[in-house]
């Protein structure tokens, strides 16, 4: 359980204050602010990564409903809802995860990025393995065999953009 509430709260540390909505945002890439839009996080591959870009990327994430109802469940040992969750959640880190890496980070942040990136990629494919169990037993031995990242590359990610996580 506990490698399950280190990967929602990796999530939710990496906004660094930013107030959550319901509606998903995306990258205006002409004016560079966020902009409300009805899919996954979109960002134009030119676009310059920065603090707004990535708080503006994370943001339909960490306002996922189902990232609150995994984390409650995960707390519960409610492996029936994670099974339920799970496969949400492994979409919405794969979608954030792409629209990280179509946006050209500076050089200073880069490789504090693709180290996040790869972590999510990877607990996204955990999710997705946590939503084919079927059984609590078999989701109860999935999660304690499979370790989840850490949070230390959202830290560094958001160090480099001055988001003081508390």
């Known amino acids: 359980m506990k490698r399950s509430l ?23 890439s002409a004016a560079g602010s966020p902009a409300a839009a009805t899919q996954s996080p979109v960002v134009a591959e030119s676009q310059n990564g920065t603090k707004a ?8 994430y960490v306002s996922n ?8 469940a995960a707390t519960a040992s409610d492996y029936k ?18 629209a990280l890496t179509a946006v050209h980070w500076p050089e200073d942040v ?8 790869f972590g999510m990629r990877r607990d996204g494919n955990q999710f997705e393995a946590v939503a084919a169990t079927t059984t609590d037993d078999e989701t109860k031995k999935y999660v304690d065999t499979h370790q989840g990242s850490d ?3 959202g830290d560094k990610v958001s160090a480099d953009f001055g988001i003081v996580n508390q």
Request: hydrophobic letters at 50%; a negative charge.
């Open 6 to 28: 280190v990967l929602c709260m990796l999530a939710l540390s990496a906004l660094g204050g930013c107030a959550a909505t319901s509606e998903p945002i995306a990258v205006d």
């Open 53 to 60: 870009t990535f708080q503006a990327i994370m943001l339909p």
């Open 65 to 72: 409903p189902s990232l609150l109802g995994y984390m409650g």
């Open 81 to 98: 809802s994670m099974r339920k969750f799970a496969p949400d959640l492994g979409v919405s880190f794969k979608k954030t995860a792409d």
């Open 110 to 117: 880069q490789s504090d990025m693709d180290a996040f990136v």
């Open 151 to 153: 949070n230390s590359a």
